[in-house]
């Protein structure tokens, strides 16, 4: 059974760090792209990290690339996403998403989803 977890979220102000934790069972990590995907109220939901199966290979958009740092311990099973320097515009719930093998920025192309952690970037 293919379960995600997400942990690490909270409330952090502007230019602080998070770091998002998230755990996967019931599939190998290194033959599954993880992805990282934010929902603002009132937005769609936008990629912004993701790591694909076979080759580790990390994407990131515009927007959040040398501030946000995604990584995956196969061991634990588990995916990372290491956000520094945080913006208010980052407030969202923030998943992790999986799907076979390699990275895609559309939501509907992922399989299965976590419940979702809030990131709240308030002073």
């Known amino acids: 059974q293919v379960q995600l977890e997400e942990s690490g979220g909270g409330l952090v102000q502007p230019g602080g760090s998070l770091r998002l934790s998230c755990a996967a069972s019931g599939f190998p990590l290194d033959y599954h792209a993880i992805g990282w995907f934010r929902q603002a109220p009132g937005k769609e939901r936008e990629g912004v990290a993701c790591?694909?199966?076979?080759?580790?290979?990390?994407y990131y958009p515009d927007s959040v690339k040398g501030r946000f740092t995604t990584s995956r311990d196969n061991a634990k099973n588990t995916v990372y996403l290491q956000m520094n320097n945080l913006k208010p515009e980052d407030t969202a719930v923030y998943y992790c998403a999986v799907r076979e093998h390699v990275c895609n920025w559309s939501p509907s192309r992922y399989d299965y989803w976590g419940q979702g952690t809030q990131v709240t970037v308030s002073s």
């Open positions: 790591i694909s199966g076979s080759t580790g290979n990390t």
